[in-house]
């Protein structure tokens, strides 16, 4: 199971003419304050629509996460379908951050949580936790290398059954990997408590580009099509 982390997330809620909206840096609101460009929800929702879109994630190979800026976890179930518009989707965080839950109608099926433990509460001892930066080292070739690594360990720890070590050959493992995006337009990467520090491209790229190379590797990698 791979987890990718949407960190530094910063959703608040304000009055406005027109209601209650989640504060975005364009607005008046946000002008006023010296953080004004931090408050981008319009690139966690770029990043969730990637995500939950993404053939990983329909093969049910993909958790997702979202952190807070206040360091608060909002926890997504798999079938949850986030608006496509952005207005629509605004109005759906303002009722999470409301009521802390959102509920499917009919059948009550909750989708979305704010979580009261923190995020080291959701994530395994035994993950290997990845930040993204432009300066880290190769993405695909330390990946290509764990992976490798991983399957090898699993073949000679089988290697008493064939069976056994028939069935992993066919079904491709992967380690548990945990990937820390930053859902703001700009800011420190993430690299305390990380095993790796990778880099995506020479160049600078949004957090959605990085959710959409990171589910199509690991589409590649366990041949889910």
Do not use: W
Request: glycine fraction near 4%; charge should be neutral.
């Amino acid at each position: 199971m791979l987890t990718v982390v949407l960190q530094n997330a910063n959703i608040e809620i304000v009055k406005t003419k027109r209601g209650k909206e989640l504060l975005s840096s364009e607005m008046v609101e946000a002008r006023k304050r010296a953080n004004s460009t931090e408050y981008r929800p319009d690139i966690l929702h770029q990043c969730l629509l990637m995500l939950l879109d993404s053939p990983l994630n329909k093969a049910g190979h993909l958790r997702v996460l979202i952190e807070l800026s206040i360091g608060k976890v909002v926890t997504l179930n798999k079938t949850i379908r986030i608006p496509r518009v952005y207005s629509r989707f605004s109005g759906l965080l303002v009722q999470l951050l409301e009521r802390h839950r959102i509920y499917s109608e009919g059948e009550r099926i909750e989708l979305m949580k704010v979580e009261k433990e923190r995020l080291e509460s959701f994530i395994s001892n035994e993950s290997i936790k990845v930040g993204l930066s432009k300066e880290g080292e190769n993405f695909f070739d330390t990946l290509n290398c764990d992976i490798k690594a991983h399957a090898e360990k699993q073949n000679k720890e089988h290697a008493h059954s064939i069976e056994v070590r028939s069935e992993i050959s066919e079904q491709k493992e992967i380690p548990e990997y945990v990937f820390y995006i930053n859902a703001i337009s700009s800011g420190e990467d993430p690299n305390t408590g990380m095993h790796h520090i990778l880099s995506l491209s020479a160049y600078a790229l949004s957090a959605a580009t990085c959710c959409s190379k990171i589910c199509t590797y690991f589409e590649e990698t366990l041949n889910v099509f």
